[in-house]
C-alpha cells in the first residue's frame, strides 16, 4: 500500500458541515458511479466533449500492455548515445512530464530530460546553446498535432540537428499525438525514429498516465511499471463500489467543491520539496477544468508560504507531505494555518512515486468538484480567444518580420490600488525563465500577500496560456493580471529564426503577449503590462522596489 493510500490529515473547523453535505448529495445523486459508467449527465445535458473526453478512467489496461514497448523504446534511448532528451510541447503535453522529471529524475545511464515549453528566444536559444543536437532526442508532443509552439519549436531543432549530422537528422525525433493528426503524418514524412499514438478519448490534461507522460519517463529510465501501480491502486480506492466519505478523489473533489461555494475558491498547494513541482502540474487540471461560466477554483501553485495574518478568508490549503524531506518549515507554518482557522488537508506521499497515485487522484478530484460546481470540466471554451488574437497580431506583424508594438498599460500599483478581498494577482511573464526570476517573482508575490492580502499566482508565457489562460478569461472576474513582457529582448536584440516561416520567435511571443492581451480586456479583465527588459529579474526588482514604497 502506498503513502498516498494514508488516510489525510484534515482541519476544516466549521466547514465540515459543509463537506458533509456536499458528500450527501454526491452519494444521493450516485455521482460516483455516474462518473464511472461515463454519464455526460453529471456535468451536462449534452454530451459534447464528455463522452469523448473520460478515457482517463480506462487507462490501466492499455498503459500495462504497453510496458514492454515503452521499456524497450527506453532501453534503445539509453543504448542510442543520448544524452539529452528535450521535450517540445505545451500544457498537458508538458507539465506532467516536468513533475516527473523534477520529483523522480533520470535513472543512472539514462539521459537527462529538458522540457521545452517557451517560445522566447532566451529560452530557446539557452537550450540550444546547452545541448549537443547529435546526442540528444527530441519528443514533440501534441495531442492535436496542430499546437503552434511544438511546431515551430520543430522546425528549429530539426534545422539544427540537421547541420549537425545531416541525413540522419529524422532518427532524433519522436512523436507523441492522437491517431491521424498532423503531426503524425509529419512523423511518417519526416522520418521520425518513433510514432507513439494515444488514445483521443482524453483531454490533453488528463493524459499525463497516458504515452505523452510515459514516453517521456521511458526515455530517461523511470520505472514505468511502479508509476501505473501506484495509480492503479488509487484507481481501485476511487472505485464506485466504494462508499463516497471512503473515496479519497471523491472525499477531494467535494471538499475543493464545497468550500469553493463557501467562498474558499483559493486553492493553494503547499509541496515537500522532492515534489514541489507537482503543483504547476495541479494548477492546470484544476485552472482549465473548473475555471468557467464566472465560476472556478483558482489554484495557487509556488506561492512563498507566509504567515496565518497574510491571507484571506478565502483560501483552503492542501499539504502533500514526503516524510523524509526537509519539511521543518512547512510543518511548522501548516500548522500554524490550521490553528488559525484556515482549511488544511494534508496528503502524505510515501516517496517521489506517489506523484502517479496524486495524478489519479487530483483527476478524480476536478471532475467530481465540477460536480458540485456546476461546470463541464472537460472542455476550455475560452482558450480560442487569445489564439485567435494572437493569429491576428502574426497576420499584421509576421509578413513584416518584427514584433508588435506593445507600450506600457498601467502600472503594478495602480492594479493593485485597486484589490479587494477575495481578488487575487496573476502575474504572467513572457519573459525567459531562470532561477533569477525565480526568485525574484516569489519576493514579488510574498510581498502583495502581506501588504495586500491576496492571493498570487505567477506563470512563463506562452506555457500558462495552455494551462491557467483558461481561469483568467473565463473564470470568477476576481483577478488582478500583470503582464510582463520582454519587448526589448535581450541585450542585443538578437532573434531566433523559425525555418519556413515569415517571423522569428521574438515576433511569435510578442503576438502571443498581445493577444493574451486582447483577450483579457475583451473579457473585460484588470489588467497592466509592463515591459521588463533586457533584465527580466532586475526589472521585477524594480516593481518590487515601487510596491514597497507609499
Not at 493553494?268 to 468557467?292: F, M
Amino acid at each position: 500500500m502506498t503513502g498516498s493510500a494514508e488516510r489525510p490529515t484534515i482541519s476544516l473547523g466549521s466547514y465540515a458541515t459543509d463537506v458533509t453535505d456536499a458528500l450527501t448529495r454526491l452519494e444521493k445523486e450516485a455521482v460516483v458511479q455516474r462518473i464511472w459508467s461515463g454519464d455526460h449527465t453529471v456535468w451536462r445535458d449534452d454530451p459534447a466533449e464528455i463522452e469523448n473526453r473520460l478515457g482517463w478512467l480506462h487507462t490501466d489496461g492499455d498503459m500495462k500492455r504497453e510496458l514492454d514497448t515503452l521499456r524497450t523504446f527506453g532501453g534503445n534511448v539509453r543504448d542510442g548515445g543520448f544524452q539529452d532528451v528535450v521535450l517540445l510541447g505545451m500544457g498537458g503535453s508538458s507539465l506532467g512530464p516536468e513533475v516527473i522529471r523534477a520529483s523522480i529524475g533520470s535513472a543512472g545511464g539514462f539521459p537527462e530530460l529538458t522540457v521545452l515549453d517557451s517560445t522566447v528566444p532566451a529560452r530557446v536559444r539557452s537550450v540550444t546553446q546547452a545541448i549537443d543536437p547529435a546526442r540528444t532526442l527530441f519528443i514533440v508532443s501534441s495531442k492535436s498535432g496542430t499546437t503552434i509552439e511544438p511546431n515551430v519549436l520543430y522546425k528549429h531543432f530539426r534545422g539544427v540537428v540537421a547541420d549537425a549530422v545531416g541525413e540522419g537528422a529524422g532518427d532524433h525525433f519522436v512523436a507523441v499525438t492522437d491517431a491521424g493528426t498532423p503531426l503524425a503524418s509529419l512523423a511518417a514524412t519526416d522520418g521520425f525514429r518513433r510514432l507513439f499514438e494515444s488514445r483521443s478519448d482524453i483531454g490533453g490534461r488528463y493524459s499525463v498516465l497516458t504515452h505523452f507522460g510515459l514516453v517521456p519517463a521511458a526515455a530517461i529510465g523511470v520505472d514505468i511499471a511502479r508509476l501505473l501501480e501506484r495509480a492503479n491502486d488509487m484507481a481501485a480506492r476511487c472505485d464506485a463500489a466504494l462508499d463516497v466519505p471512503s473515496n479519497p478523489g471523491a472525499w477531494l473533489g467535494a471538499m475543493l467543491g464545497a468550500l469553493a461555494l463557501k467562498g474558499r475558491d483559493k486553492l493553494t498547494i503547499v509541496a515537500s520539496p522532492s515534489v514541489l513541482s507537482i503543483g504547476l502540474w495541479i494548477e492546470q487540471l484544476i485552472a482549465e477544468s473548473t475555471g468557467k461560466d464566472g465560476t472556478g477554483i483558482v489554484p495557487v501553485a509556488g506561492e512563498p508560504v507566509g504567515s496565518p495574518g497574510d491571507y484571506g478568508d478565502d483560501r483552503v490549503f492542501v499539504y502533500l507531505r514526503v516524510p523524509g524531506d526537509d519539511n521543518a518549515s512547512l510543518d511548522v507554518a501548516t500548522e500554524r494555518l490550521a490553528g488559525a482557522g484556515h482549511p488544511l488537508v494534508q496528503l502524505v506521499l510515501s516517496d517521489a512515486y506517489d506523484i502517479a497515485a496524486e495524478f489519479f487522484r487530483w483527476e478524480f478530484a476536478t471532475a467530481v468538484a465540477g460536480a458540485i460546481l456546476g461546470v463541464q470540466p472537460f472542455d476550455q471554451p475560452n482558450v480560442q480567444a487569445a489564439k485567435d488574437a494572437t493569429g491576428r497580431v502574426l497576420e499584421t506583424f509576421g509578413s513584416a518580420k518584427a514584433p508588435p508594438d506593445a507600450p506600457p498599460a498601467g502600472s503594478a500599483k495602480e492594479l493593485l490600488a485597486g484589490a479587494k478581498p477575495g481578488d487575487y494577482l496573476a502575474v504572467m511573464a513572457y519573459v525567459p525563465q531562470s532561477t533569477g526570476v525565480d526568485a525574484a517573482a516569489a519576493a514579488l508575490r510574498k510581498r502583495v500577500m502581506e501588504r495586500h492580502k491576496i492571493a498570487t499566482t505567477f506563470g512563463y508565457g506562452p506555457r500558462f496560456l495552455h494551462s491557467t489562460g483558461q481561469l483568467h478569461k473565463g473564470g470568477p472576474d476576481t483577478g488582478l493580471f500583470l503582464q510582463l513582457t520582454y519587448e526589448g529582448g535581450d541585450a542585443d536584440g538578437s532573434d531566433v529564426a523559425i525555418p519556413g516561416s515569415d517571423f522569428g520567435f521574438r515576433t511569435l511571443v510578442a503576438a502571443q503577449a498581445q493577444g493574451d492581451f486582447e483577450a483579457l480586456v475583451a473579457a473585460g479583465r484588470r489588467v497592466a503590462r509592463i515591459d521588463v527588459s533586457p533584465d527580466a529579474e532586475a526589472g521585477i526588482l524594480r516593481l518590487l522596489a515601487e510596491l514597497s514604497t507609499g
